[in-house]
């Protein structure tokens, strides 16, 4: 340890020199009161001093008081000596900063033993210091008034300013004036009540940074008069803060995730789970705490699967895929879900998390999707299929034609042939409900009876019924027309027979009634069944079954889709969903009775077309066409181009025939006046009839072009003259029916 002796006396000096240097202390010797001053102001001063009170220039007792004035976190320990022994003196050597008085002539003993009291302060007062501004939070001490009495290097820090710089100011000198007040105020409130006070809130630093701190003020006393000065620790908070705005944010966001959310410890107990869980499951979170997640097990999925998840996600690793749960309610649901393995400060497994979301609805839609899929594909491959068996009914039943031509109408050969083309027109009847079916796009909406159509549509239902099904139908050949799309009301009644017939392939013998009839609803009805009916006459369709029938809550729920009451695999709930969809969109009603144990039976309500709006239908006409003119026949179908070619020349028309519309092409352009009018099959090779009159048109833009097809879904008249066509013709061919229409065009009747 360093110690300054100031003396005058070169004896006195030199022997307090010898004595403290032979007590192993580093000596620094000063013969005036100026010279102790110099030293005292170097970099590494003494720790302490033994000042002389008579010296010349500075005397010790002007060394006190100048030195209590320097700013030193460390003061410097101030021994007096002196001769003067009055209280007077040894009053006024304590009030200018001394710390110790020692009497000349002094005795070395007691000389040491006072010497040795300032180490210990002094060693104490660094190690104080030492450990305060070292704590990363910021302190400071003020006296009485208010005033800086120091600080640690934290506290520097934060205010901007050195420690050295704060000693004996006040807050406004050293914190913004936003600030220092509100500072100030606090610290003498506690300095006045004595008490200690806390507070927390977000400051701003030197620096312009936020942070949040908590701060303890401490009054500490002096003397039982009352506190003479205060200490502030302030504890800096901003990471936790932020950590746990953090943490609330994160909670929210988990709290408001549209996908469940479940927490377990390691053996799958919850401790934790989302309101989108319990949306989702129907479970509440008290109700799952501390429970095992196999109570959403729905059996669907067997223990190998769960085996394999949990050897996935035990040794660390995420396991993702699909659950089959069941709800509170007893439904299942399927859930995509990724479970992750959460690890501790050891790396040691503490927690799984899944996170799910329901895709059940997404599941129920792929299928319809693929269901639609499938039926687009059906239709397209029913088109195909038609196309072909329409171009063989076209030349059975004109080779059927051409043979009555040349028999006796009484004879038996006629009336075998007559069967023949009865069962043709069966034939033709069915490939064109396949093909209506099959079709996918919207119809346009026309005048409609509906006798045909729900004849058509039981004569289908009825080839894959079972044997034990009796059929009843009772048809009002008087019933009226309605405005609808055949296509969707037939697609209305094979959904319900086919309904009922499945409900009757329970019992051992059933009877399926299906009727029409036109009733009127009058204004101010009773019925609670026709209660959304405007007053008016309706077409009324019943499809009654006397089958197992429905119990209450399922008739309650029979129209809301996915909604099914048959088994896995049999039906996909959009049946009837479609049906009363379909009814709604023809401005009618549909309603369901429903008994266990005696059947059921619907009831559709459409509403008639005014007398107004009925056209009357052309007279059937049975002559045989005839004529007079040259056609270019076009067809890639051998059968249909002979018989076609042998039956225009029975109307009696020259006919020119081409197995192809490249021939045809040429064949035209060679002699593009010498034709009357144009015939061709549609689907053919290399060229189609849409394409061929097209080129045709370009050579001679007046002659009329017949277009004919069996695989063509929608053609209208008003769409083929916008191309250029005249008309068009379905197959299989009514030959009748084209010879009225070539009549019709060569005749210039357009």
């Not at 594909?377 to 329409?390: K, Q, R």
Request: hydrophobic share 35%; glycine share 8%; aromatic share 8%.
């Amino acid at each position: 340890m360093k110690i300054l002796i100031a003396e005058d006396n070169a004896f006195s000096r030199t022997l307090l020199k010898k004595t403290l240097t032979k007590a192993g202390y580093d000596v620094v010797a000063a013969e005036n009161g100026d010279v102790a001053w110099e030293i005292l102001q170097q970099d590494e001063p003494p720790k302490l001093a033994l000042l002389d009170w008579m010296m010349p220039g500075l005397s010790g007792i002007e060394l006190c008081r100048k030195m209590r004035q320097v700013e030193t976190p460390i003061p410097v320990y101030m021994i007096l000596l002196t001769a003067k022994s009055d209280k007077e003196d040894v009053l006024e050597g304590f009030a200018a900063g001394a710390d110790d008085f020692i009497k000349k002539p002094f005795d070395s003993g007691e000389l040491l033993a006072r010497i040795q009291v300032g180490r210990r302060l002094v060693e104490q007062q660094a190690l104080m210091y030492c450990l305060i501004d070292s704590i990363p939070d910021p302190i400071y001490v003020k006296d009485s008034r208010g005033l800086y009495l120091g600080c640690n290097s934290a506290y520097a820090r934060f205010v901007g300013a050195e420690v050295e710089g704060i000693y004996g100011r006040t807050s406004s000198e050293i914190l913004p004036g936003n600030v220092s007040k509100s500072s100030h105020m606090e610290d003498l409130r506690v300095l006045a009540k004595g008490t200690a006070a806390e507070s927390e809130g977000w400051v701003s630093n030197a620096d312009g940074e936020d942070v949040y701190h908590e701060t303890m003020k401490i009054p500490y006393l002096d003397s039982a008069a009352g506190s003479t000065g205060m200490i502030s620790i302030s504890r800096d908070l901003t990471k936790r803060i932020q950590m746990e705005q953090e943490m609330r944010r994160l909670a929210v966001a988990v709290e408001q995730s549209s996908e469940s959310i479940i927490i377990t410890d390691v053996s799958g107990n919850i401790q934790y789970v989302n309101a989108a869980f319990e949306n989702t499951s129907g479970y509440t979170h008290n109700e799952v705490l501390g429970r095992k997640t196999d109570f959403l097990n729905s059996g669907k999925q067997g223990t190998q699967f769960f085996e394999e998840l949990w050897e996935t996600i035990s040794r660390g690793d995420p396991w993702s895929g699909e659950f089959i749960n069941q709800k509170k309610d007893g439904s299942f649901y399927v859930e995509e879900s990724v479970i992750y393995p959460i690890r501790g400060d050891g790396n040691e497994m503490i927690n799984y998390v899944a996170i799910s979301r329901d895709i059940t609805e997404e599941r129920e839609i792929e299928k319809h999707m693929r269901q639609q899929q499938k039926m687009n594909a059906i239709g397209a491959l029913a088109g195909g299929v038609s196309h072909d068996f329409n171009n063989i009914l076209t030349a059975i039943l004109g080779y059927v034609a051409l043979c009555m031509n040349t028999v006796d109408e009484e004879s038996k050969v006629y009336s075998y042939l007559k069967e023949i083309v009865k069962a043709g027109d069966r034939a033709t009847k069915l490939v064109r409900q396949i093909l209506t079916f099959s079709r996918q796009e919207e119809q346009e909406f026309q005048s409609l009876e509906l006798q045909s159509v729900v004849e058509d549509s039981l004569n289908m239902v009825q080839t894959t019924m079972k044997k034990n099904i009796t059929v009843e139908q009772d048809i009002d050949p008087a019933c009226g027309a309605v405005l609808g799309d055949a296509t969707q009301i037939q697609q209305v009644l094979i959904n319900l027979c086919t309904n009922a017939a499945h409900a009757l392939g329970r019992t051992d013998q059933g009877t399926l009634s299906v009727s029409l009839q036109e009733v009127d609803v009058a204004e101010g009805h009773k019925d609670e069944m026709l209660v959304d009916l405007d007053p008016g006459k309706y077409a009324c369709i019943t499809v009654s079954d006397s089958g197992c029938g429905m119990p209450p809550d399922i008739v309650e729920h029979i129209f809301e889709p996915y909604f099914t009451t048959k088994k896995k695999g049999e039906g996909t709930g959009f049946g009837l969903s479609i049906v009363h969809g379909i009814v709604r969109k023809h401005r009618g009603q549909i309603s369901v009775v429903s008994d266990e144990g005696v059947g059921t039976t619907f009831t559709i309500y459409l509403p008639l077309l005014g007398e107004a709006v009925l056209s009357e239908k052309d007279p059937v006409d049975l002559s045989v066409p005839s004529g007079a003119g040259r056609i270019l026949f076009v067809d890639d179908d051998k059968a249909i181009l002979s018989m076609g070619s042998e039956m225009l020349k029975s109307f009696g028309y020259e006919v020119v025939s081409a197995p192809n519309g490249l021939r045809a092409l040429e064949t035209f352009k060679l002699r593009p006046q010498a034709f009357d009018v144009v015939v061709t099959d549609y689907s053919m090779p290399e060229i189609n009839g849409h394409d061929l009159i097209e080129q045709i048109l370009k050579v001679r833009s007046d002659i009329p072009a017949i277009l004919c097809s069996g695989y063509m879904e929608k053609v209208e008249g008003e769409d083929l003259r916008s191309l250029g066509h005249a008309a068009y013709v379905a197959k299989p061919l009514d030959w009748k029916e084209l010879g009225r229409t070539i009549q019709k065009y060569i005749g210039g009747n357009e």
